[in-house]
């Protein structure tokens, strides 16, 4: 009797050992999705971050573009006064002086005006780039935007088959005695899987050969045996070496 007691815990603590692999794994799930979403928001904010750098150079070379324009509109001014000097000269070095300033303006404004045509090139260029990574980083938005929606149906998904797994596990919890349930969450918790198989006299766990008189006791499912070094349960999977009494 006691021994068909002790084969029944392991069974049971078999299934609750599958249960508990199942809802790491899937709890593995929740941290791996947000981590990936993250990962893509940073994206995008680097994107964004690109393209703010971008627009402002942009505003700075239109700014300097106006305020070139505005030097050439004064340049013209100056030139109206320097002819109308060269009209009202009253004589050869006046009219010589006034002549003089005219080209020295007249080429400064050819030079701003060449000046500004490369400047244009580049502004043209800057405004398509902008253009460009204006709408990659919409569609990443958009594209992020989906993957936080699937993500949070991903999530919820996740939760509920852990929900359902984990009231699974208390039906079983109940079907074993309370210090074996608490042994067996104590070694769980240090090593991770604390059912372990004996395969060819070793515990599976740690690989330590499990002497003759425990392997007698295992068979004879008297009472629960641990390895001797790693102190997992062991068991027999049921391939007929499994013999209760
Ligand atoms: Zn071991």
Request: aromatic share 2%.
């Amino acid at each position: 009797m006691r021994g068909q007691t002790t084969n029944k815990d392991l069974q049971a603590l078999e299934k609750l050992q599958q249960i508990d692999v199942r809802v790491d794994e899937e709890s593995q799930a929740l941290e791996e999705i947000p981590a990936r979403l993250d990962e893509l928001r940073k994206d995008v904010e680097r994107v964004g971050s690109l393209l703010e750098s971008e627009k402002e150079r942009l505003a700075e070379m239109e700014k300097w573009h106006r305020d070139q324009e505005r030097e050439i509109e004064l340049q013209g001014e100056l030139l109206a006064k320097a002819k109308n000097k060269m009209q009202q000269a009253r004589n050869e070095r006046e009219h010589k002086a006034a002549q003089r300033e005219i080209e020295t303006i007249r080429k400064a404004t050819q030079d701003r005006e060449e000046e500004l045509l490369g400047l244009m090139d580049t502004i043209e260029q800057g405004r398509k780039t902008v253009k460009e990574h204006e709408e990659e980083f919409v569609s990443l938005q958009s594209h992020l935007e989906q993957e936080e929606k699937e993500a949070r149906k991903q999530l919820d998904a996740v939760k509920k088959k852990i929900d359902k797994a984990r009231t699974g596990r208390e039906d079983i919890v109940k079907q074993i005695s309370s210090p074996v349930v608490s042994l067996y969450e104590r070694i769980q918790k240090r090593l991770g899987m604390a059912l372990v198989e004996v395969q060819d006299d070793h515990c599976t766990g740690c690989n330590m050969q499990v002497e003759p008189q425990r392997l007698i006791e295992l068979r004879k499912g008297t009472r629960l045996i641990q390895c001797p070094l790693c102190n997992r349960i062991l068991f027999f999977k049921e391939n007929g070496e499994n013999t209760s009494d």
